[in-house]
Every structure is written in structure tokens, then in C-alpha cells.
């Protein structure tokens, strides 16, 4: 056994471990990384990467079938899975040098390939190494949730783990959960050419505003996919086609493959967590706001840490803990401005509190200001005026934004510095966006808030109408 010691001990080389890891070393720790699996984790390996890349190959499909709007003949187009996969393969490793091993070694990080668990509160072994750390990052990350449906074990279903190593074309893919996984991959398929069903036992895009999901889901079922909602799966068989899945109130579906999209699960199990006597949630490892577990020389991030599963969380939290660990300042974590997007065409982008949520918290002080898509004169241009943005505004100040278009995702980043910065909806409406850009909806939005106040106000009118007798 080699005993090995260390400031900085880092469980998981995924989005948080690796920026936690490069970060610390970058500033003169030494580190130990520890990786069971990939390097790059799910983000580079099962999850953004290879799901956007198949997105990208997916929209191309659709612009080829669509082209006819544009005076372009259209096509019907002869997608070969395997080579879109082969593509998706391809983007992965392009980006994983970023993440390998080799990298991490060249800034000084030690890298042992196994998986740790704690032996004490201060102690991992990984393999044949014992480390000792002053402190210690858990960034395990999550994999898929399988509920203990019957039938499933033995009709065999894909995960997000395994859906990126078909090479053969799924005829008719179900996919139970309608969730940000399962309705991108659902627009996906159905642009590569497959039929497409989604199974979702309660609202599909349910963690969404429903008001913006409804223009995704009426996108989605318009390209031919087939949304089940309130269909929670009790059963599932093979049958000689293929696969059926029973849902609780007697619907049935039938397909040729499965793909299980329904949650995730914090790794936590094989940490032996009660050796360091860190404790645990419903759904991760349990931290305070400044990121650390009832084990205070410990801390765990990203999808381990069981709240918002995004990468850029994961490298938020990163963040976070390099001030804290490295320089002993205090840090908390705030969520108010953490963005998410859902990849679908049209896109859906989040940031602070929806509409509902506004409301419940702010009650009449909350002001929402709209502007539509179909007024962009880009989205028009590109033929895509569906969508619309909502800004939740209290004392001129947006709490929460919602977004519903074309690159919604691009769109929301601004309003994530505009609530981290405390900025006003002034702020925004004294910005210049370049014509004709998506972004200036952004802008619009802001003048939507501002123009009742100074087109219908009898104040500004009379104001205006002294200022003007008295310029010469
Ligand atoms: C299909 C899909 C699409 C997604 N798309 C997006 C997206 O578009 N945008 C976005 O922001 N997020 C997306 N996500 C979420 C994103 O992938 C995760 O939030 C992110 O990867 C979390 O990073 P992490 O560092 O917490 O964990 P991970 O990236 O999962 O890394 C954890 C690593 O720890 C390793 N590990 C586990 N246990 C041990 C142990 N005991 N010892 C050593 N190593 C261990 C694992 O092997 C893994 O490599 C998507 C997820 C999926 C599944
Ligand atoms: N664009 C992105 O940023 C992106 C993309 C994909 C995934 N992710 C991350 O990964 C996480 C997991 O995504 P997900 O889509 O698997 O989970 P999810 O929890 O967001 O959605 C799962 C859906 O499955 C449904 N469901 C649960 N059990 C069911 C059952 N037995 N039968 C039918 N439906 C059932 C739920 O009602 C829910 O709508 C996301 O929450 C997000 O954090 C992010």
C-alpha cells in the first residue's frame, strides 16, 4: 500500500472534480485526483457532449427536410445512425484531452485511475493507495435513476450511459421520462429518421414554466413525437417486435427499444460515507451553504451534492470552493442567478424564479414584462417567430426569467449577470444590442417594462409638453 499525502484530495474527475482540481494545483496546492472511470465524467462522456452533438447532427436532418420555405428544394434525408454516431464519437474526443489524464499530470496533479472510499474522516483508499488530505472534494456525480419497474431488468432498456454506442438505427424508440434528457433525445430521433414515443407519468418539462413548455411540446408533437402525459410505467415485457410498456392507468406502447430517462442518483454508495462520518439526503450528500458535509474537512459538489445537476453548476461550485479551501475566505453558494437550458428546438431558458413562483413570493409587487419572438426581426428572417420572453420584475429589479425560442439557451446568459450584479431593468434598456440580433429580444423586454411608464403616462406627456415650449 503506498501512503500518499496531500492538501487536496479530489474524488471524480468529472465537470467539478477537474475544476476543482486545476484550479487548486494552478494556485500551488498539490492535489491527488482520484477517476473509476472516464475522465471528463458524464458531461464529456453520456450526457452535454454527445447529446448536443447528436442535436447538432439532428438539425441538419431537419434543415434539409425544410429548406422548401427558403426557395432550397427540399430532401428527405438519408441519415446513417452509425455515421451520426461515429460524429458524436468524434466530438468527445476532440474535447477530451481537455479532461485526460495527461493534461492534469502536466500541471502537477497526481492522477490515480481507481475508484476511493474513506477509511477514516481524514483518509481514502483508492486501489493500493492510501491518501491523507487536509481536505477532501467529493465530485462522484450522478447516473441514471432505474425505478424497480417489473419486466425492466429483462427486456433490456439503454441509459444516457449507453444510448451513444447504438450504431443501428431504433425503429421506434420509447423513452420513459419527459424530462430535459428524454425530450432532447426525443426531437433528435425523430429528425434521424426514427418513430418516437415519450411515456411521462406526470407533465412533461415539468421543472419548466408550463406556459413555455407548452410551445416545446406543441413543437415536438408537430415533428411527430408522440407525448404521453400522466402515464406513470407499472409494467414492462417483450414482445415478439419488440418492447411494451404498460402505464398505471391501462395505456399501452409499443416500440423496439427503450431508453430510460427518468432522474438521476447521486454516487454515493460506494464512498463507505460512514467511515468520514458524512451524512446524506434524499438526494445526495448533505452540505451546508458553503458547500461542506457534517465532516468539515469534506466537501461535496455538483450532481453529488444532489441540487441543481448541471455542469455549469458543477464548475460554479468549483469555484466556490477554491476560495474557501485554498484561502480560507468565506464563500456561499447562491442559486438566484444559475441559468439552465433545455436543448430542444425552440430552446427553453430559466433563470430565477418563474412566473408562479414570483408571484407566490412577491404577490402584487411583481410586475412580468413580455416580448414575443414574431417581433424579432432576425427570428423572422430565419423563419423561427415562435417564442416569447417573460421577465419577472419587483421594484424595477428582475428576480426570475424565462425564455422560449430560438437560442434561448445564448439569450439567457445576460439575465444571469443582470440578477448576479443586482442590475435594474434600466441597465438592460440602456444596453445596445446590435441589429438584428436574437438578443435584442433582451432589450425589448426591457422596453416593454419601461414603455407603459412613458408612452401612457400623463405626467411624462405633460413634462414633455413644457420642456418642449420652453427649448428653443
Ligand atoms: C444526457 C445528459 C445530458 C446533459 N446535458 C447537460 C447540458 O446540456 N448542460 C448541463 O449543464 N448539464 C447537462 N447534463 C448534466 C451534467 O452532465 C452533470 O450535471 C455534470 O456532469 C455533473 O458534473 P459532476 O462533476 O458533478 O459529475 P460527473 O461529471 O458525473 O463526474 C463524476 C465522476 O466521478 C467518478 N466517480 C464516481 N464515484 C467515484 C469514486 N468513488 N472514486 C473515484 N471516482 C468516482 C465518475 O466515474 C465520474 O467520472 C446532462 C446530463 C445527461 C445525463
Ligand atoms: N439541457 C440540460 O442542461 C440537461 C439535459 C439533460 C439532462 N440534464 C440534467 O440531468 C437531469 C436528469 O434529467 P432527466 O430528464 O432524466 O430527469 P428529470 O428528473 O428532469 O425528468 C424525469 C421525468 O421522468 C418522469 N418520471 C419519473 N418516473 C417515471 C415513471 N416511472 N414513468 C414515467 N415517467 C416517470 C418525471 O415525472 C419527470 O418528468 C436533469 O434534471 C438535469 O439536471 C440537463
Not at 39 to 60: Q, T
Amino acid at each position: 500500500m503506498e501512503r500518499i499525502r496531500t492538501d487536496v484530495l479530489v474524488i471524480g474527475a468529472g465537470s467539478g472534480g477537474l475544476s476543482v482540481a486545476a484550479g487548486a494545483v494552478q494556485m500551488g496546492a498539490s492535489v491527488v485526483l482520484l477517476e473509476g472511470g472516464e475522465m471528463g465524467g458524464d458531461c464529456l462522456n453520456y450526457g452535454c457532449v454527445p447529446s448536443k452533438a447528436l442535436i447538432a447532427a439532428a438539425k441538419v436532418a431537419d434543415a434539409q427536410a425544410h429548406s422548401g420555405d427558403f426557395g432550397v428544394a427540399p430532401v428527405v434525408p438519408q441519415v446513417d445512425y452509425a455515421a451520426v454516431m461515429e460524429h458524436v464519437a468524434g466530438v468527445i474526443a476532440g474535447i477530451a484531452p481537455v479532461d485526460s489524464q495527461e493534461r492534469f499530470e502536466g500541471l502537477g496533479v497526481r492522477v490515480i485511475r481507481e475508484y476511493g472510499h474513506f477509511v477514516s474522516p481524514t483518509e481514502v483508499q483508492a486501489g493500493d493507495h492510501l491518501i491523507q488530505a487536509r481536505r477532501i472534494v467529493i465530485a462522484t456525480g450522478s447516473r441514471p435513476l432505474v425505478p424497480p419497474v417489473p419486466g425492466l431488468e429483462d427486456v433490456g432498456y439503454l441509459t444516457n450511459e449507453t444510448l451513444f454506442d447504438l450504431r443501428e438505427k431504433p425503429e421506434h424508440l420509447l423513452i420513459v421520462g419527459g424530462g430535459p434528457i428524454g425530450m432532447e433525445m426525443a426531437q433528435a430521433h425523430v429528425r434521424l429518421g426514427c418513430r418516437l414515443t415519450v411515456i411521462e407519468g406526470a407533465k412533461a418539462l415539468g421543472k419548466d414554466d408550463p406556459e413555455l413548455a407548452a410551445v416545446v411540446l406543441d413543437a415536438l408533437r408537430a415533428e411527430g413525437v408522440e407525448i404521453a402525459e400522466g402515464a406513470m410505467v407499472a409494467e414492462v415485457d417483450r414482445t415478439d417486435g419488440g418492447i411494451r410498456v404498460a402505464a398505471k392507468d391501462g395505456r399501452v406502447f409499443e416500440g423496439t427499444h427503450l431508453l430510460m430517462a427518468v432522474g438521476r442518483k447521486a454516487n454515493v454508495e460506494r464512498l463507505n460515507l460512514e467511515a468520514a462520518g458524512i451524512g446524506t439526503t434524499k438526494t445526495g450528500i448533505k452540505v451546508d451553504a458553503g458547500l461542506r458535509t457534517t465532516n468539515r474537512r469534506v466537501y461535496a459538489i455538483g450532481d453529488a451534492a444532489g441540487g441543481m445537476m448541471f455542469t455549469h453548476v458543477a464548475g460554479y461550485h468549483a469555484g466556490v470552493l477554491i476560495r474557501s479551501m485554498l484561502f480560507g475566505l468565506p464563500a456561499k453558494v447562491a442559486t438566484a442567478h444559475i441559468p439552465w437550458a433545455t436543448y430542444t428546438d425552440p430552446e427553453l431558458a430559466q433563470v430565477g424564479l418563474t412566473e408562479a413562483e414570483a408571484r407566490t413570493r412577491h404577490g402584487d409587487r411583481l410586475e412580468v414584462a413580455r416580448f414575443d419572438y414574431a417581433h424579432n426581426d432576425r427570428a423572422l428572417a430565419m423563419r423561427r417567430g415562435a417564442g416569447f420572453i417573460k421577465v419577472m420584475v419587483v421594484r424595477g429589479r428582475p428576480v426570475g426569467v424565462s425564455i422560449v425560442g430560438p437560442e434561448a439557451g445564448e439569450a439567457i446568459a445576460l439575465w444571469s449577470l443582470v440578477i448576479a450584479a443586482g442590475l435594474k431593468m434600466s441597465a438592460v434598456a440602456g444596453m445596445v444590442a446590435p441589429y438584428p440580433t436574437l438578443a435584442e429580444i433582451n432589450k425589448r423586454a426591457a422596453g416593454a417594462y419601461f414603455s407603459p411608464r412613458l408612452f401612457d403616462n400623463p405626467l411624462v406627456r405633460k413634462t414633455v409638453g413644457l420642456v418642449q415650449r420652453w427649448l428653443p
